[in-house]
């Protein structure tokens, strides 16, 4: 059963960061790339960053390139999302997600992240 659990959101001001966790069950977390998307309303899911199993191969949208960082911790079983030098624009519901062996997407329920002074 699986399970992706989204965590960290909040009001922040612009310039600020915040530290997004995804805490993973019910699979080989170690064997899956893990993926940020975030989604506004009226608008489409879109890709954030990826980052590949063993914690390597990360991959990021230009619009967050150079002030987002994604990571993993293989013994937690869980996927991160440190966001500096945020913007208004970055304000969206951030969902966690995998494709797994069937190329399903599962995803979390998502973690409102909302910035404004």
């Known amino acids: 059963q699986v399970q992706l659990v989204e965590s960290g959101g909040g009001l922040v001001q612009p310039g600020g960061s915040l530290r997004l966790s995804c805490a993973a069950s019910?699979?080989?977390?170690?064997?899956?790339?893990m993926r940020w998307y975030r989604q506004v309303p009226g608008k489409e899911r879109e890709f954030v960053a990826s980052?590949?199993?063993?914690?390597?191969?990360?991959g990021y949208a230009d619009s967050v390139k150079g002030r987002f960082i994604i990571s993993r911790d293989n013994v937690k079983n869980t996927v991160y999302l440190q966001m500096n030098s945020l913007k208004p624009e970055d304000t969206a519901v951030y969902y966690c997600?995998?494709?797994?062996?069937?190329?399903?997407?599962?995803w979390g329920q998502g973690t409102q992240v909302t910035v404004s002074s």
């Open positions: 019910g699979f080989i977390f170690s064997s899956y790339d």
């Open positions: 980052i590949g199993g063993a914690g390597g191969s990360t």
């Open positions: 997600n995998f494709n797994d062996l069937e190329s399903r997407y599962w």
